[in-house]
């Protein structure tokens, strides 16, 4: 039963729920980015949450509710936005991390294998976490609607996301609800490895 979940715009208060969702959603790719313990790396992308930084801003997330109880978070925006968030972030990651490890994240994040996140004209899903002691619960499920409510309220009929090769559970659920594979993407480094996931609407 879920009939007591609610979805809300995110604000710089819900910070350290957010950035431990975050993290959850991005997995070995949040380590291979930052090339920091996870306490470090929640910490940063707390910062940058409350700053509104680009990918990892406030700005384009939701948090979602269940009996008063933090329990989701989904960052989603338009495909045809995403170049200019990920510049966004860059010089709020110098302000953050430092200008040596901010030039190491951002060429770490230049040579990840694969093209395009997402096409312009698709609303791009790229976070979603649920609480570990809340999944089960069709949460999940409830916040990809949520997204393709606001897909269609920004006039777009496709969604998409980019799930890790070894996230199956989560591979299983989109492809439940609609999602297929368009794309898949190898690399050396298993851990870096996805699959580009569509669903028309």
Wanted: hydrophobic fraction near 45%.
């Amino acid at each position: 039963m879920n009939y007591g979940l609610s979805i809300r715009a995110a604000q710089a208060g819900d910070a350290s729920f957010a950035s431990s969702m975050i993290y959850l959603s991005m997995a070995s790719l949040a380590d291979h980015l930052f090339q920091q313990n996870t306490d470090f790396i929640e910490a940063t992308i707390a910062k940058l949450f409350v700053r509104d930084a680009g990918r990892f801003g406030c700005k384009h997330a939701y948090v979602a509710e269940f009996e008063n109880e933090l329990v989701g978070l989904l960052v989603a925006s338009r495909g045809d936005e995403i170049n200019r968030f990920n510049l966004l972030t860059i010089p709020h990651l110098i302000a953050v991390l430092g200008v040596a490890q901010a030039i190491g994240f951002v060429y770490r994040t230049f040579t990840l294998p694969g093209g395009k996140e997402a096409e312009d004209d698709e609303f791009f899903i790229s976070n979603l976490g649920i609480l570990p002691s809340m999944q089960g619960n069709s949460f999940g499920t409830k916040m990809l609607v949520y997204a393709e409510e606001l897909a269609r309220a920004n006039d777009l009929m496709r969604c998409s996301l980019i799930v890790g090769w070894h996230n199956t559970q989560a591979r299983r659920l989109y492809e439940r609800i609609g999602y297929r594979i368009v794309e898949t993407v190898r690399d050396g480094n298993e851990n870096l490895g996805y699959y580009r996931m569509v669903k028309v609407l």
